[in-house]
Protein backbone atom coordinates (compact mmCIF):
# COMPACT_ATOMS: atom_id res chain seq x y z
CA UNK A 1 0.00 0.00 0.00
CA UNK A 2 1.43 3.14 -1.07
CA UNK A 3 2.00 5.98 2.08
CA UNK A 4 -0.67 8.27 0.06
CA UNK A 5 -3.43 5.50 0.35
CA UNK A 6 -2.41 4.87 4.28
CA UNK A 7 -2.85 8.81 4.71
CA UNK A 8 -5.91 9.11 3.23
CA UNK A 9 -7.06 5.80 5.18
CA UNK A 10 -6.08 7.69 8.47
CA UNK A 11 -7.71 10.92 7.37
CA UNK A 12 -10.68 9.05 7.19
CA UNK A 13 -10.91 7.04 10.18
CA UNK A 14 -10.19 10.74 12.25
CA UNK A 15 -13.60 11.36 10.20
CA UNK A 16 -15.45 8.91 11.23
CA UNK A 17 -14.57 9.38 15.00
CA UNK A 18 -15.24 13.00 14.64
CA UNK A 19 -18.80 12.14 13.08
CA UNK A 20 -19.39 9.46 16.40
CA UNK A 21 -18.29 12.27 18.77
CA UNK A 22 -20.96 14.56 17.10
CA UNK A 23 -23.90 12.65 16.90
CA UNK A 24 -23.36 11.75 20.50
CA UNK A 25 -24.92 15.53 21.04
CA UNK A 26 -22.08 16.25 23.59
CA UNK A 27 -22.23 20.49 24.27
CA UNK A 28 -19.71 21.89 26.36
CA UNK A 29 -20.54 25.42 28.02
CA UNK A 30 -17.73 26.53 30.47
CA UNK A 31 -17.37 29.11 33.04
CA UNK A 32 -14.54 29.88 35.08
CA UNK A 33 -13.05 26.82 35.74
CA UNK A 34 -10.82 26.99 38.60
CA UNK A 35 -9.16 23.93 39.79
CA UNK A 36 -9.05 22.51 42.61
CA UNK A 37 -12.63 22.54 43.71
CA UNK A 38 -12.23 24.64 46.93
CA UNK A 39 -14.09 23.30 50.13
CA UNK A 40 -13.97 26.06 52.66
CA UNK A 41 -13.09 25.48 56.38
CA UNK A 42 -15.96 26.22 58.86
CA UNK A 43 -16.31 26.91 62.56
CA UNK A 44 -19.81 26.74 61.74
CA UNK A 45 -22.06 24.16 60.83
CA UNK A 46 -24.77 25.04 58.56
CA UNK A 47 -28.32 23.19 59.63
CA UNK A 48 -28.65 20.53 56.75
CA UNK A 49 -32.50 21.61 55.98
CA UNK A 50 -31.90 22.24 52.07
CA UNK A 51 -32.30 25.94 52.58
CA UNK A 52 -29.27 28.74 52.28
CA UNK A 53 -28.13 29.43 55.62
CA UNK A 54 -26.02 32.72 56.28
CA UNK A 55 -22.95 30.93 56.89
CA UNK A 56 -23.24 29.72 52.96
CA UNK A 57 -23.64 32.86 51.54
CA UNK A 58 -19.73 34.37 52.15
CA UNK A 59 -18.86 31.02 50.07
CA UNK A 60 -18.55 31.55 46.84
CA UNK A 61 -20.73 29.55 44.32
CA UNK A 62 -18.70 27.23 41.93
CA UNK A 63 -20.64 27.10 38.28
CA UNK A 64 -21.30 23.38 36.39
CA UNK A 65 -19.01 24.02 33.07
CA UNK A 66 -20.28 20.90 31.14
CA UNK A 67 -23.64 20.09 29.41
CA UNK A 68 -24.40 17.19 28.19
CA UNK A 69 -27.25 15.80 25.98
CA UNK A 70 -29.04 12.30 24.51
CA UNK A 71 -30.41 13.98 22.14
CA UNK A 72 -32.17 17.00 23.14
CA UNK A 73 -29.96 20.41 23.76
CA UNK A 74 -30.68 22.20 27.12
CA UNK A 75 -29.93 25.55 27.16
CA UNK A 76 -27.47 25.87 29.81
CA UNK A 77 -28.70 28.99 31.32
CA UNK A 78 -32.18 27.19 31.90
CA UNK A 79 -30.27 24.68 33.85
CA UNK A 80 -28.02 26.14 35.27
CA UNK A 81 -26.53 24.35 38.43
CA UNK A 82 -23.90 25.31 41.32
CA UNK A 83 -22.57 24.00 44.47
CA UNK A 84 -20.72 25.31 47.60
CA UNK A 85 -18.32 22.92 50.21
CA UNK A 86 -17.61 23.84 53.18
CA UNK A 87 -15.58 21.18 55.91
CA UNK A 88 -14.86 21.73 59.91
CA UNK A 89 -13.39 18.73 61.78
CA UNK A 90 -16.14 16.51 62.05
CA UNK A 91 -17.92 16.75 58.30
CA UNK A 92 -17.87 17.38 54.74
CA UNK A 93 -21.18 19.97 53.79
CA UNK A 94 -22.33 20.48 49.98
CA UNK A 95 -25.46 22.45 48.64
CA UNK A 96 -26.33 22.17 45.09
CA UNK A 97 -28.60 24.58 43.30
CA UNK A 98 -30.52 23.30 40.27
CA UNK A 99 -31.80 25.54 38.52
CA UNK A 100 -33.88 23.32 36.45
CA UNK A 101 -37.40 24.54 35.09
CA UNK A 102 -38.99 20.82 34.68
CA UNK A 103 -38.67 18.77 37.78
CA UNK A 104 -39.12 14.94 36.93
CA UNK A 105 -40.52 12.92 40.14
CA UNK A 106 -39.99 9.24 38.90
CA UNK A 107 -39.61 6.78 41.56
CA UNK A 108 -39.29 3.53 39.03
CA UNK A 109 -36.97 4.95 37.30
CA UNK A 110 -33.41 4.49 38.28
CA UNK A 111 -32.53 7.26 40.89
CA UNK A 112 -30.19 8.96 38.48
CA UNK A 113 -32.92 8.68 35.45
CA UNK A 114 -34.28 11.61 36.85
CA UNK A 115 -33.80 14.94 38.27
CA UNK A 116 -31.48 14.01 40.71
CA UNK A 117 -27.51 15.37 41.91
CA UNK A 118 -24.72 12.83 41.98
CA UNK A 119 -21.39 13.79 44.38
CA UNK A 120 -18.38 11.99 43.51
CA UNK A 121 -15.75 12.05 46.08
CA UNK A 122 -11.99 10.01 46.00
CA UNK A 123 -10.54 10.05 49.10
CA UNK A 124 -6.92 9.94 47.83
CA UNK A 125 -7.60 11.32 44.12
CA UNK A 126 -6.64 8.21 42.84
CA UNK A 127 -7.79 8.76 39.16
CA UNK A 128 -8.34 4.94 39.26
CA UNK A 129 -10.41 2.98 35.90
CA UNK A 130 -12.44 1.11 37.34
CA UNK A 131 -13.36 3.07 40.72
CA UNK A 132 -11.22 1.82 43.86
CA UNK A 133 -12.91 1.01 46.96
CA UNK A 134 -12.73 4.49 48.22
CA UNK A 135 -14.22 6.30 45.15
CA UNK A 136 -17.98 6.98 46.42
CA UNK A 137 -21.17 8.01 44.09
CA UNK A 138 -23.92 9.41 45.99
CA UNK A 139 -26.79 9.60 43.89
CA UNK A 140 -29.99 11.67 45.24
CA UNK A 141 -33.29 11.98 42.94
CA UNK A 142 -35.60 15.45 43.59
CA UNK A 143 -38.41 12.77 45.30
CA UNK A 144 -36.42 11.22 48.17
CA UNK A 145 -37.35 15.47 49.07
CA UNK A 146 -40.81 13.85 49.63
CA UNK A 147 -39.95 10.00 50.71
CA UNK A 148 -38.44 8.29 53.16
CA UNK A 149 -36.16 6.27 51.04
CA UNK A 150 -33.44 7.78 52.69
CA UNK A 151 -30.09 7.24 51.69
CA UNK A 152 -30.63 5.21 48.42
CA UNK A 153 -28.14 5.62 45.84
CA UNK A 154 -25.13 5.84 47.88
CA UNK A 155 -22.06 4.91 46.35
CA UNK A 156 -23.45 2.97 43.39
CA UNK A 157 -21.66 2.56 40.50
CA UNK A 158 -19.49 -0.32 38.29
CA UNK A 159 -17.58 -1.03 41.64
CA UNK A 160 -20.73 -0.44 44.17
CA UNK A 161 -18.73 -0.25 46.95
CA UNK A 162 -21.04 -0.24 50.59
CA UNK A 163 -20.86 3.60 52.46
CA UNK A 164 -21.70 3.33 55.88
CA UNK A 165 -24.40 6.10 55.79
CA UNK A 166 -24.32 6.36 59.81
CA UNK A 167 -24.11 10.35 60.68
CA UNK A 168 -24.81 11.28 57.31
CA UNK A 169 -27.54 13.79 56.94
CA UNK A 170 -29.31 15.29 53.47
CA UNK A 171 -32.62 17.43 52.77
CA UNK A 172 -33.70 18.36 49.37
CA UNK A 173 -36.47 21.60 49.33
CA UNK A 174 -37.74 23.69 46.66
CA UNK A 175 -36.32 27.14 45.35
CA UNK A 176 -40.04 28.75 45.24
CA UNK A 177 -38.55 31.75 43.82
CA UNK A 178 -39.90 34.42 46.47
CA UNK A 179 -37.88 36.90 48.48
CA UNK A 180 -37.39 34.55 51.23
CA UNK A 181 -33.59 34.53 52.29
CA UNK A 182 -33.55 30.53 52.54
CA UNK A 183 -34.07 30.70 48.71
CA UNK A 184 -32.10 31.77 45.81
CA UNK A 185 -35.18 33.07 44.03
CA UNK A 186 -34.92 31.47 40.96
CA UNK A 187 -36.96 28.61 41.21
CA UNK A 188 -35.46 24.79 40.52
CA UNK A 189 -34.36 23.18 43.93
CA UNK A 190 -31.75 22.24 46.46
CA UNK A 191 -30.08 19.64 47.61
CA UNK A 192 -27.63 20.03 51.17
CA UNK A 193 -25.87 16.98 52.65
CA UNK A 194 -23.59 16.26 55.97
CA UNK A 195 -21.06 13.85 55.50
CA UNK A 196 -18.69 12.40 58.63
CA UNK A 197 -15.08 12.87 57.30
CA UNK A 198 -14.26 9.43 58.80
CA UNK A 199 -16.77 7.53 56.77
CA UNK A 200 -15.00 9.03 53.45
CA UNK A 201 -11.52 8.07 54.89
CA UNK A 202 -10.78 11.94 54.55
CA UNK A 203 -8.13 13.42 56.97
CA UNK A 204 -9.71 16.26 58.78
CA UNK A 205 -6.59 18.45 57.72
CA UNK A 206 -5.85 21.57 55.61
CA UNK A 207 -4.49 20.96 52.34
CA UNK A 208 -5.68 17.38 51.58
CA UNK A 209 -6.51 17.19 47.64
CA UNK A 210 -9.67 14.40 47.21
CA UNK A 211 -10.90 13.41 43.99
CA UNK A 212 -13.77 15.25 43.40
CA UNK A 213 -17.41 16.25 40.62
CA UNK A 214 -20.66 17.25 40.93
CA UNK A 215 -23.30 16.08 38.66
CA UNK A 216 -27.05 17.19 37.60
CA UNK A 217 -29.06 14.92 35.76
CA UNK A 218 -31.65 16.89 34.08
CA UNK A 219 -35.11 16.13 32.41
CA UNK A 220 -36.23 18.76 29.81
CA UNK A 221 -39.64 19.73 29.20
CA UNK A 222 -42.32 16.48 28.21
CA UNK A 223 -39.36 13.98 29.43
CA UNK A 224 -40.03 11.16 31.01
CA UNK A 225 -35.98 10.22 32.11
CA UNK A 226 -33.36 11.85 32.50
CA UNK A 227 -32.18 12.91 28.75
CA UNK A 228 -29.75 16.34 29.88
CA UNK A 229 -26.28 16.31 32.27
CA UNK A 230 -24.20 18.70 33.29
CA UNK A 231 -20.88 18.42 35.49
CA UNK A 232 -17.88 20.62 37.42
CA UNK A 233 -15.68 18.76 35.25
CA UNK A 234 -15.88 15.42 34.04
CA UNK A 235 -16.92 15.77 30.10
CA UNK A 236 -18.86 12.79 29.68
CA UNK A 237 -20.92 10.24 31.47
CA UNK A 238 -17.77 8.05 32.27
CA UNK A 239 -17.46 9.30 36.12
CA UNK A 240 -19.96 6.64 37.70
CA UNK A 241 -17.28 3.54 36.13
CA UNK A 242 -13.87 5.42 36.76
CA UNK A 243 -12.56 8.47 38.76
CA UNK A 244 -9.84 9.29 36.51
CA UNK A 245 -12.17 11.48 34.70
CA UNK A 246 -13.18 13.29 38.45
CA UNK A 247 -11.41 16.44 39.11
CA UNK A 248 -9.84 17.73 42.28
CA UNK A 249 -11.19 19.66 45.18
CA UNK A 250 -8.95 20.63 48.44
CA UNK A 251 -10.18 20.84 51.88
CA UNK A 252 -8.92 24.83 52.00
CA UNK A 253 -7.48 25.98 55.61
CA UNK A 254 -8.99 29.64 55.07
CA UNK A 255 -11.81 29.79 57.22
CA UNK A 256 -15.05 31.25 56.30
CA UNK A 257 -15.92 33.45 58.86
CA UNK A 258 -19.38 34.43 57.42
CA UNK A 259 -17.75 37.46 56.37
CA UNK A 260 -16.95 39.49 52.96
CA UNK A 261 -12.85 39.54 53.03
CA UNK A 262 -11.71 42.78 51.85
CA UNK A 263 -8.05 42.35 51.38
CA UNK A 264 -5.28 45.07 51.82
CA UNK A 265 -3.99 46.16 48.31
CA UNK A 266 0.05 45.36 47.72
CA UNK A 267 -0.29 48.74 45.74
CA UNK A 268 -2.80 51.08 44.53
CA UNK A 269 -4.21 49.83 41.39
CA UNK A 270 -5.00 52.12 38.48
CA UNK A 271 -8.49 52.52 38.26
CA UNK A 272 -9.26 51.88 34.86
CA UNK A 273 -12.18 49.12 34.59
CA UNK A 274 -9.51 46.55 34.18
CA UNK A 275 -9.00 44.09 36.76
CA UNK A 276 -5.42 43.69 38.40
CA UNK A 277 -4.25 40.57 39.36
CA UNK A 278 -4.29 41.44 43.16
CA UNK A 279 -8.01 41.03 43.06
CA UNK A 280 -8.19 37.85 42.00
CA UNK A 281 -7.16 36.55 45.71
CA UNK A 282 -11.12 36.62 46.65
CA UNK A 283 -14.21 37.23 45.34
CA UNK A 284 -17.73 37.13 46.43
CA UNK A 285 -20.78 36.49 43.91
CA UNK A 286 -24.83 36.80 44.27
CA UNK A 287 -26.57 34.51 46.32
CA UNK A 288 -30.07 35.73 45.70
CA UNK A 289 -31.92 36.82 42.29
CA UNK A 290 -35.70 38.35 41.93
CA UNK A 291 -37.81 39.67 39.93
CA UNK A 292 -38.25 43.54 40.54
CA UNK A 293 -40.25 46.62 39.91
CA UNK A 294 -43.31 44.19 38.66
CA UNK A 295 -41.56 44.75 35.37
CA UNK A 296 -41.09 42.31 33.11
CA UNK A 297 -41.14 38.20 34.23
CA UNK A 298 -37.14 37.77 33.32
CA UNK A 299 -35.15 36.96 36.30
CA UNK A 300 -31.45 36.92 36.06
CA UNK A 301 -29.97 33.84 36.25
CA UNK A 302 -26.23 33.16 37.59
CA UNK A 303 -24.80 33.49 33.76
CA UNK A 304 -26.69 35.84 32.31
CA UNK A 305 -27.00 38.14 35.58
CA UNK A 306 -24.43 38.07 37.64
CA UNK A 307 -22.10 39.85 39.52
CA UNK A 308 -18.63 39.45 41.62
CA UNK A 309 -17.34 41.88 43.95
CA UNK A 310 -13.51 42.32 44.86
CA UNK A 311 -12.88 44.63 47.25
CA UNK A 312 -9.22 45.55 48.50
CA UNK A 313 -7.92 48.60 50.82
CA UNK A 314 -4.91 50.14 52.43
CA UNK A 315 -4.52 53.58 54.57
CA UNK A 316 -6.06 55.54 52.44
CA UNK A 317 -8.48 54.26 50.40
CA UNK A 318 -11.03 51.49 49.97
CA UNK A 319 -11.19 49.82 46.56
CA UNK A 320 -13.40 47.39 44.01
CA UNK A 321 -14.32 45.98 41.72
CA UNK A 322 -17.37 44.40 39.85
CA UNK A 323 -17.38 41.99 37.59
CA UNK A 324 -20.68 41.64 36.37
CA UNK A 325 -22.43 39.12 33.59
CA UNK A 326 -25.48 41.04 31.82
CA UNK A 327 -26.03 39.68 28.90
CA UNK A 328 -28.56 42.29 27.86
CA UNK A 329 -26.91 45.62 28.36
CA UNK A 330 -29.73 48.65 29.17
CA UNK A 331 -28.29 51.80 28.87
CA UNK A 332 -31.27 54.31 29.68
CA UNK A 333 -29.87 57.91 30.71
CA UNK A 334 -33.18 59.15 31.90
CA UNK A 335 -33.82 56.40 34.06
CA UNK A 336 -32.87 56.53 37.74
CA UNK A 337 -29.58 54.65 37.99
CA UNK A 338 -31.00 51.50 39.37
CA UNK A 339 -33.82 51.53 36.78
CA UNK A 340 -31.72 50.36 34.27
CA UNK A 341 -27.86 47.54 33.64
CA UNK A 342 -26.16 49.30 37.33
CA UNK A 343 -24.33 47.84 40.39
CA UNK A 344 -25.42 48.88 43.76
CA UNK A 345 -23.10 49.28 46.48
CA UNK A 346 -23.77 49.44 50.58
CA UNK A 347 -21.32 50.14 53.50
CA UNK A 348 -21.69 51.26 56.60
CA UNK A 349 -20.43 51.11 60.23
CA UNK A 350 -22.37 47.67 60.70
CA UNK A 351 -24.32 48.97 63.75
CA UNK A 352 -27.82 46.93 61.91
CA UNK A 353 -29.78 49.80 62.62
CA UNK A 354 -33.02 49.67 60.75
CA UNK A 355 -33.29 52.90 59.12
CA UNK A 356 -29.84 54.55 57.97
CA UNK A 357 -28.00 56.56 60.14
CA UNK A 358 -26.06 59.06 58.47
CA UNK A 359 -22.85 57.01 57.96
CA UNK A 360 -24.95 54.58 56.53
CA UNK A 361 -23.92 54.75 52.18
CA UNK A 362 -25.18 53.79 49.48
CA UNK A 363 -23.13 53.96 45.73
CA UNK A 364 -25.37 53.23 42.59
CA UNK A 365 -23.08 53.58 39.02
CA UNK A 366 -25.26 52.39 36.01
CA UNK A 367 -23.65 51.32 32.90
CA UNK A 368 -24.43 54.39 30.71
CA UNK A 369 -22.21 56.41 32.86
CA UNK A 370 -19.38 54.86 30.42
CA UNK A 371 -17.35 57.48 29.35
CA UNK A 372 -18.08 60.07 31.24
CA UNK A 373 -16.99 58.73 34.39
CA UNK A 374 -14.69 61.81 35.10
CA UNK A 375 -17.63 64.40 34.60
CA UNK A 376 -19.52 63.00 37.31
CA UNK A 377 -18.20 64.14 40.55
CA UNK A 378 -20.77 65.91 42.59
CA UNK A 379 -22.62 63.75 45.42
CA UNK A 380 -25.94 64.43 44.17
CA UNK A 381 -25.60 61.91 40.85
CA UNK A 382 -23.25 58.86 41.66
CA UNK A 383 -22.06 59.05 44.95
CA UNK A 384 -25.86 58.58 46.26
CA UNK A 385 -28.09 57.38 49.19
CA UNK A 386 -29.68 58.24 52.15
CA UNK A 387 -25.89 59.50 53.38
CA UNK A 388 -24.38 61.43 50.52
CA UNK A 389 -20.86 60.88 50.26
CA UNK A 390 -18.47 63.34 49.87
CA UNK A 391 -17.03 62.61 46.18
CA UNK A 392 -13.61 64.19 46.81
CA UNK A 393 -11.08 62.46 45.47
CA UNK A 394 -13.19 59.45 44.50
CA UNK A 395 -12.99 57.38 40.96
CA UNK A 396 -14.47 55.09 39.03
CA UNK A 397 -14.44 53.60 35.48
CA UNK A 398 -16.23 51.90 33.61
CA UNK A 399 -15.26 48.96 30.77
CA UNK A 400 -17.40 47.07 28.49
CA UNK A 401 -15.95 42.86 28.00
CA UNK A 402 -14.82 42.49 24.56
CA UNK A 403 -17.29 39.51 24.12
CA UNK A 404 -20.43 41.57 25.00
CA UNK A 405 -21.32 39.17 27.81
CA UNK A 406 -21.17 42.03 30.54
CA UNK A 407 -18.69 44.50 32.01
CA UNK A 408 -16.38 46.28 34.94
CA UNK A 409 -16.66 48.93 36.87
CA UNK A 410 -13.47 49.90 39.49
CA UNK A 411 -14.02 52.30 42.01
CA UNK A 412 -11.99 53.95 44.88
CA UNK A 413 -13.10 55.57 47.65
CA UNK A 414 -11.42 57.49 49.99
CA UNK A 415 -12.28 56.62 53.41
CA UNK A 416 -12.12 60.06 54.53
CA UNK A 417 -14.76 60.16 52.20
CA UNK A 418 -16.98 57.40 53.94
CA UNK A 419 -16.30 59.36 57.71
CA UNK A 420 -17.06 55.79 59.33
CA UNK A 421 -15.31 56.51 62.51
CA UNK A 422 -13.86 53.29 62.41
CA UNK A 423 -9.89 52.14 62.55
CA UNK A 424 -8.91 51.56 59.20
CA UNK A 425 -7.18 48.32 60.11
CA UNK A 426 -6.97 44.41 60.53
CA UNK A 427 -9.95 42.96 61.91
CA UNK A 428 -12.48 45.86 61.87
CA UNK A 429 -15.81 44.37 60.72
CA UNK A 430 -17.90 46.94 58.82
CA UNK A 431 -21.50 46.51 57.29
CA UNK A 432 -21.70 45.08 53.59
CA UNK A 433 -24.05 44.44 50.80
CA UNK A 434 -23.88 44.12 47.15
CA UNK A 435 -25.71 43.60 44.05
CA UNK A 436 -26.32 44.26 40.28
CA UNK A 437 -29.34 45.91 38.12
CA UNK A 438 -30.91 43.90 34.76
CA UNK A 439 -33.07 44.47 32.01
CA UNK A 440 -34.77 42.15 29.70
CA UNK A 441 -36.90 44.21 28.27
CA UNK A 442 -34.98 47.34 27.13
CA UNK A 443 -36.76 49.66 28.76
CA UNK A 444 -35.90 49.47 32.72
CA UNK A 445 -34.91 46.84 35.52
CA UNK A 446 -36.64 43.65 35.58
CA UNK A 447 -34.64 42.22 37.75
CA UNK A 448 -31.76 42.19 40.13
CA UNK A 449 -28.89 39.93 41.60
CA UNK A 450 -28.01 40.77 45.54
CA UNK A 451 -24.94 38.80 47.89
CA UNK A 452 -27.03 39.05 51.54
CA UNK A 453 -30.16 39.80 51.28
CA UNK A 454 -33.06 38.70 49.34
CA UNK A 455 -35.44 41.59 49.71
CA UNK A 456 -35.27 44.89 47.86
CA UNK A 457 -34.61 46.91 51.04
CA UNK A 458 -31.25 47.67 51.37
CA UNK A 459 -31.24 51.10 49.87
CA UNK A 460 -32.97 52.39 53.38
CA UNK A 461 -32.61 49.35 55.81
CA UNK A 462 -29.43 48.58 57.10
CA UNK A 463 -30.18 46.06 59.56
CA UNK A 464 -29.98 43.62 56.69
CA UNK A 465 -26.83 43.72 55.24
CA UNK A 466 -24.20 41.43 55.48
CA UNK A 467 -20.69 41.79 56.96
CA UNK A 468 -17.46 42.26 55.44
CA UNK A 469 -13.66 42.14 57.17
CA UNK A 470 -10.62 44.07 56.40
CA UNK A 471 -7.28 41.99 56.88
CA UNK A 472 -3.91 42.28 56.02
CA UNK A 473 -3.39 38.75 54.17
CA UNK A 474 -5.34 36.57 52.32
CA UNK A 475 -4.16 32.86 50.46
CA UNK A 476 -2.14 33.06 47.39
CA UNK A 477 -2.63 34.30 43.76
CA UNK A 478 -3.89 31.30 42.20
CA UNK A 479 -1.17 31.59 39.50
CA UNK A 480 2.82 33.02 40.18
CA UNK A 481 2.62 34.59 36.55
CA UNK A 482 6.05 36.14 35.00
CA UNK A 483 6.61 39.78 34.00
CA UNK A 484 5.04 39.56 30.39
CA UNK A 485 5.30 41.90 27.55
CA UNK A 486 3.57 39.92 24.67
CA UNK A 487 1.13 37.39 23.20
CA UNK A 488 2.03 33.57 22.47
CA UNK A 489 0.94 30.37 22.23
CA UNK A 490 3.58 27.38 22.37
CA UNK A 491 3.75 24.23 20.98
CA UNK A 492 2.69 21.70 22.62
CA UNK A 493 5.13 19.06 24.51
CA UNK A 494 5.71 16.19 24.22
CA UNK A 495 4.22 16.43 19.99
CA UNK A 496 3.31 13.59 18.64
CA UNK A 497 2.08 12.91 22.31
CA UNK A 498 0.23 9.90 23.92
CA UNK A 499 -1.88 10.47 25.90
CA UNK A 500 -0.97 14.21 27.92
CA UNK A 501 0.68 17.31 26.73
CA UNK A 502 1.34 20.33 28.22
CA UNK A 503 0.26 23.81 26.62
CA UNK A 504 2.03 26.35 27.59
CA UNK A 505 1.21 30.28 26.56
CA UNK A 506 1.58 34.10 27.61
CA UNK A 507 -0.69 36.85 27.95
CA UNK A 508 0.65 40.36 28.09
CA UNK A 509 -1.90 41.90 30.59
CA UNK A 510 -4.61 40.90 32.96
CA UNK A 511 -7.51 39.53 30.47
CA UNK A 512 -10.21 36.77 30.33
CA UNK A 513 -8.48 33.54 28.98
CA UNK A 514 -9.94 30.93 27.23
CA UNK A 515 -8.00 27.96 25.80
CA UNK A 516 -9.76 25.29 24.12
CA UNK A 517 -9.06 21.53 22.15
CA UNK A 518 -11.09 20.75 19.03
CA UNK A 519 -11.44 17.86 16.01
CA UNK A 520 -10.54 17.99 12.38
CA UNK A 521 -14.21 18.43 12.10
CA UNK A 522 -14.07 22.03 14.20
CA UNK A 523 -15.90 20.25 16.92
CA UNK A 524 -14.42 21.81 20.75
CA UNK A 525 -13.79 18.34 22.34
CA UNK A 526 -12.66 20.21 25.41
CA UNK A 527 -12.09 23.48 27.55
CA UNK A 528 -8.53 23.72 28.82
CA UNK A 529 -9.04 27.21 30.31
CA UNK A 530 -11.77 29.80 30.58
CA UNK A 531 -10.98 32.16 33.23
CA UNK A 532 -9.32 35.60 34.01
CA UNK A 533 -5.72 35.54 34.24
CA UNK A 534 -3.09 37.62 35.36
CA UNK A 535 -0.36 38.61 32.97
CA UNK A 536 2.36 36.07 32.77
CA UNK A 537 3.73 32.89 31.49
CA UNK A 538 0.99 29.99 32.30
CA UNK A 539 0.51 26.37 31.39
CA UNK A 540 -2.51 24.03 30.80
CA UNK A 541 -2.09 20.26 30.51
CA UNK A 542 -4.37 18.28 28.08
CA UNK A 543 -5.77 14.50 28.62
CA UNK A 544 -6.43 12.86 25.75
CA UNK A 545 -6.77 9.40 26.85
CA UNK A 546 -10.54 9.13 25.78
CA UNK A 547 -10.05 10.74 22.48
CA UNK A 548 -9.02 8.40 19.40
CA UNK A 549 -5.66 9.20 17.51
CA UNK A 550 -5.55 12.19 15.13
CA UNK A 551 -4.81 16.10 14.45
CA UNK A 552 -6.24 18.17 17.50
CA UNK A 553 -6.00 22.15 17.93
CA UNK A 554 -5.98 23.81 20.52
CA UNK A 555 -6.76 27.55 20.18
CA UNK A 556 -5.74 30.42 22.63
CA UNK A 557 -8.17 33.79 23.13
CA UNK A 558 -7.34 36.61 25.32
CA UNK A 559 -9.61 39.66 24.91
CA UNK A 560 -9.77 40.38 21.16
CA UNK A 561 -6.24 38.14 20.38
CA UNK A 562 -6.24 34.86 19.26
CA UNK A 563 -3.75 32.13 18.44
CA UNK A 564 -3.73 28.63 17.31
CA UNK A 565 -1.67 25.44 16.53
CA UNK A 566 -2.21 22.14 15.60
CA UNK A 567 -0.91 18.98 17.68
CA UNK A 568 -0.61 15.12 16.64
CA UNK A 569 -2.44 12.34 19.45
CA UNK A 570 -1.01 8.99 18.17
CA UNK A 571 -2.11 5.81 20.57
Known sequence: MTMRRILLLFLCLIVVVGMVE???????????????????KTSVAPVIDGKLDKIWLSVPWTMQNFYFTGGVNPDSQSYQGMSKAMWDDNNLYVIVYNQA???????????????????????????????????????????????????????????????????????????????????????????EISIPLDKLNIPAVGGTLIGWDIQQDEVTAGGTSRNAQSNWWCQDNSGWQRSDTWGEAVLSSEENLGQAKVVKATAAPAIDGVMD???????????????VDGNGSDIPDPTAGNVKLSSMWDADNLYMFFDVNDQNITDVPTNPLWNQSAVEWYLGPN???????????????????KGKEAAVGTPTTVWTGQAKIDSTGCAFKIKDRDDASGYGVEVKIPWNSLGLGLPVEDGTVIGYNFGMDYSSNGTGRTGAAQWWDNSNNSWKDASIWGEAILKNTVSAVKQTPTVANSFSLNQNYPNPFNPTTQIQYTIDKVEKVKLTVYNVLGNQVAVLVNSTQASGTHSASFDASRFASGVYFYKLEAGAKTMSKKMLLLK
Open 22 to 40: AKNGKTAKAQDIVTPYKIW
Open 101 to 191: PNILDAPSNGNWNQSANEIYIGATDAKANPRIATDYQFTFSHYYGSSANGFLGAATGSTAQPFDTTGTVFAISNDDATTSDATAGLGGWFF
Open 277 to 291: AQYMTVQQDANYWRF
Open 351 to 369: DKGTSYSALDHQLQIANYL
